[in-house]
């Protein structure tokens, strides 16, 4: 089911019966009609091995079952919101950047070192994200929160995108990503930390970068 962006820090779902969608607990703001919010317990349509595997990651931000007939407006601290439509791709973001979802999508998690080895691992560290990512895969919409707004970056195998970890929020594709050092990049470009770390996603894909170096 997809969003109408109310404004910038706003979205409207639309809920059909034998429908239902997931969001964050405590993001709904105002609704019309026969709705439901249940606590969500099996992680989304991932199952109970996606939830354990959440748990394990600390991604385990609790999210509410949202069914019935009518209409939703969801937001979320005052946060800036994304959304990303997918057409059958996965989606790698963190579990607290998500503000709602489809239900048809699949929930799972991706261990971070499997994606550039130890270098992986150390960002977790470094950049205070987990090990493992939320990821969504299937054909729906998805609502991201993220500060001070969002910009969507291409990306190819010909051109490789380097972001401050602080600033990234998600990516979809077939993409990989590593962390690599550049000693004074931070200082003299980046913002973030004061650590001297990059992200350099490559592949085919698209990168979503906040406006700002803040966590959630």
Same mark, same amino acid.
């Given at each position: 089911?997809?969003?109408?962006?109310?404004?910038?820090?706003?979205?409207?779902?639309?809920?059909?019966?034998?429908?239902?969608?997931?969001?964050?607990?405590?993001?709904?703001?105002?609704?019309?009609?026969?709705?439901?919010?249940?606590?969500?317990?099996?992680?989304?349509?991932?199952?109970?091995?996606?939830?354990?595997?959440?748990?394990?990651?600390?991604?385990?931000?609790?999210?509410?079952?949202?069914?019935?007939?009518?209409?939703?407006?969801?937001?979320?601290?005052?946060?800036?919101?994304?959304?990303?439509?997918?057409?059958?791709?996965?989606?790698?973001?963190?579990?607290?950047?998500?503000?709602?979802?489809?239900?048809?999508?699949?929930?799972?998690?991706?261990?971070?070192?499997?994606?550039?080895?130890?270098?992986?691992?150390?960002?977790?560290?470094?950049?205070?994200?987990?090990? =493992?990512?939320?990821? /969504?895969? #299937?054909? +729906? %919409? *998805?609502? &991201?929160? !993220?500060?001070?707004?969002?910009?969507?970056?291409?990306?190819?195998?010909?051109?490789?995108?380097?972001?401050?970890?602080?600033?990234?929020?998600?990516?979809?594709?077939?993409?990989?990503?590593?962390?690599?050092?550049?000693?004074?990049?931070?200082?003299?470009?980046?913002?973030?930390?004061?650590?001297? =770390?990059?992200?350099? /996603?490559? #592949?085919? +894909? %698209? *990168?979503? &970068?906040? !406006?700002?170096?803040?966590?959630?």
């Amino acid at each position: 089911m997809p969003f109408t962006e109310i404004n910038s820090r706003m979205v409207q779902a639309h809920i059909a019966p034998g429908q239902k969608m997931f969001s964050q607990r405590g993001a709904m703001l105002a609704y019309q009609g026969d709705v439901s919010f249940t606590p969500n317990v099996q992680g989304g349509q991932g199952g109970v091995m996606s939830m354990i595997g959440r748990r394990v990651a600390n991604e385990s931000t609790p999210l509410m079952t949202v069914e019935g007939s009518g209409t939703v407006m969801f937001g979320h601290g005052g946060h800036h919101i994304q959304v990303i439509n997918l057409t059958g791709d996965t989606l790698c973001v963190e579990a607290d950047r998500l503000l709602a979802f489809d239900g048809t999508l699949t929930q799972g998690t991706m261990f971070m070192g499997s994606q550039g080895g130890v270098m992986g691992m150390v960002r977790g560290q470094v950049t205070g994200q987990g090990l =493992f990512t939320t990821t /969504l895969k #299937g054909h +729906g %919409a *998805v609502a &991201v929160m !993220a500060h001070g707004g969002v910009i969507e970056i291409p990306i190819t195998p010909q051109r490789p995108i380097h972001v401050d970890p602080q600033a990234y929020v998600a990516h979809h594709g077939d993409v990989r990503n590593k962390l690599s050092t550049a000693l004074g990049w931070r200082d003299m470009v980046g913002r973030g930390s004061g650590e001297a =770390f990059q992200l350099e /996603l490559s #592949g085919n +894909g %698209a *990168v979503y &970068v906040q !406006a700002s170096e803040e966590k959630l």
